[in-house]
Each structure stands twice: as C-alpha cells, then as structure tokens.
C-alpha cells in the first residue's frame, strides 16, 4: 500500500479533474439563443453575482495590462506553472542524487 | 479567489491592504532570518515559492461547471511557518495581477489576506492540531492543505460579501450567493491540493528526512517509518 500510495493519489488527482468534465452536461441554449458557456472561471461568475447585487457598481480601476487574446493568457500560465515546476523537479532531483551519494559514504565508511 | 481589479469598494480596498502590509513586513523579517541562520534552507524555500506558483496556474474543472484553481500555499506554511507565506504570496499575486489581468492591484491586500494570510495560518494551526491529535503524517498534511485551500475561498467570500452586502438579506445572504461560486467549486479542488501536497511531502520526506527534522515538521521515527 505505502508503494503505490503516490501513484494511487496521483490518480485520485486526475479522476477529481475528469469526472466533473464528464458529469458536466451543457445546458440548452437560453431563450436568446445564446450557447451557455460552462466551466468559466469562479472569478468571472463572482463579478456576475456582484452584478445581481449591486447592479450600479462600476469597477473604478482597470487593469494596467490585459493579455491580448486567451491564447497569450494560456500562454503566460504554462509559463507560470512550467517556471514553478521546473524548479520543484530540478530540486527533486539534486535531492535525490544527494541522499544516494549520502547513504553511499556512510556505507563505505562502515566497511 | 481572485477578486477582480477595481472590483471592491475603495474603503475595502484600502482596508485589506492596510491589514495584509504588517504581515508581508513581518514575512520578509522572518524570511532574512530564517535565510541569514540557515542558508541551506533557501532551496526548499524556493520549492515551496515554486508549488505555489505552479498550483495557482492551475485551473481546473470542478462539479459545480466552474473552473477554480489550489493555491498551493500549505505546503511553504508547514515547512516555513504561515508567515514566510504572505510575502510569497504576494509575489505569486502581483504575476497575476500585472502580466495576466488576473486580480487586480487595487484588490491585491484583499487577495493577500484570503490566500496569503488566512490559508497559510489555518494550514499551519490545522497541523499542529493533527499532530497533536496524533494523526498520520499524510492524513495530517492532507488536512492542512486542503481546509487552508477551501478556508481561502471562505474568505474570499466573506470579503466579496462585506463589500456588496444583499439589499435584502445583509450580509449573510449575500455571502451564501459568493459561497456558492468560490467554497463549493472549490470543494474537489482542494481535495486535490491536499492530494498533491501529500506527494510532494513524501519526496521531501525520503529526500531530505534530516532538514524535516531540522524544521520540526516531522518527527525521527515517522521519517524511519
């Protein structure tokens, strides 16, 4: 059990990610005729809420930069994720490497 | 958890970036310390700046046909103390908020204060507690993360509702609506950030049993076991 426990959670992570995808259906088309859009971002549906709420409020404040497409924001979150784990699995490895050789010397030593 | 730029009321802005300064102040102080005492921690201070980095790029799918991202922030408050995180934090904020139009500067203190100050103290107080309790290593990091990921969003939600209280309902009806959105989305995310954490503590656990040690985090036996 200890063995596969990485790999067993592993797993878990990709079925919480798949089953929404397949348990999701998209609804029909509102009377508008407008497609509903499914999994948008929390963000976004906040704002809506605070739309519902406080129907006059006006952001005062914009953003100074915007991604110019959702490609470029797609972009520059592969960019953010591959950053952070580039720099986990680099550790991870020169950590690893570091307990071998460790544990090597220490069973030189006792010969 | 990102509330949007120039989405809260100036008072509310001001106030949390008021609230959120002392804590980044005092991070940074605990963090030179920390680096000045230690300075063969700075790698795995940058592990946990890294996880962070990585999970809150990271928007995935949730049942409520939204999608949300972890925050990534438990495993740094576990290793390093909740306040090494507000800085963190911070940093991983202003990446979003300036490159990517995601939150926003005006709303920059209330973010801090939901992923950078209230996730990473429930984490750290979550663990002391499993620990105490006795809990297994993993159940005890699984905890941590997760309720300081899904507490994140409850405080999101409590922000978003102080700003635009319900004309009918006050407050409370008001933060039930943003609850909807954030907290119950995030419900399998952060079952997933638990997750993750766990395995990322399990390779430092097998790696680096001594530094764990060292930071008080684990215990001898559990790293023989």
């Known amino acids: 059990m200890k063995r596969y426990q990485n790999l067993l959670m592993m797993i878990a992570v990709v079925v919480l990610v798949a089953v929404p995808l397949w348990m999701v259906q998209k609804p029909a088309p509102g009377p508008d005729g407008k497609e509903v859009e499914i999994f948008r971002g929390a963000d976004d549906q906040a704002k809506d809420v605070i739309g519902t709420i406080a129907p006059g409020y006006q952001p005062w404040f914009k953003p100074l930069m915007e991604p110019p497409s959702g490609e470029i924001g797609s972009l520059l979150f592969a960019l953010q994720a591959a950053l952070g784990a580039g720099f986990i699995g680099y550790y991870l490895g020169v950590a690893n490497t570091r307990s071998k050789y460790d544990k090597a010397i220490s069973k030189a030593a006792k010969c | ?225």
């Open chain 2, 1 to 225: 958890m990102h509330i949007m730029e120039g989405f809260l009321p100036v008072k509310h802005a001001i106030g949390w970036t008021v609230a959120s300064a002392p804590f980044v102040a005092y991070g940074l102080h605990t963090i030179n310390k920390r680096i000045k005492e230690k300075p063969e921690q700075r790698m795995l201070l940058g592990v946990a700046a890294a996880f962070t980095f990585v999970l809150s790029a990271l928007k995935m799918p949730s049942v409520t046909g939204s999608c949300s991202h972890p925050t990534g922030t438990g495993l740094g408050a576990i290793l390093f103390g909740p306040t090494a995180m507000a800085p963190i934090g911070m940093v991983v904020l202003l990446f979003q908020a300036i490159l990517l139009a995601h939150g926003g500067l005006t709303t920059l203190g209330a973010n801090i204060f939901s992923m950078a100050i209230v996730g990473p103290f429930a984490a750290a107080a979550i663990y002391r507690l499993a620990k105490t309790a006795k809990l297994p290593f993993g159940i005890s990091i699984f905890l941590a993360a997760s309720l300081g990921d899904l507490l994140t969003y409850v405080t999101t939600s409590c922000q978003l509702a102080l700003a635009f209280p319900d004309p009918a309902g006050g407050f409370a009806a008001s933060f039930a609506k943003f609850a909807t959105v954030f907290a119950i989305t995030q419900i399998p995310l952060a079952i997933s950030e638990g997750l993750l954490t766990v395995i990322v503590f399990n390779a430092l656990a097998r790696f680096n049993p001594k530094e764990l040690k060292e930071m008080n985090v684990v215990t001898a036996q559990e790293v023989q076991a």
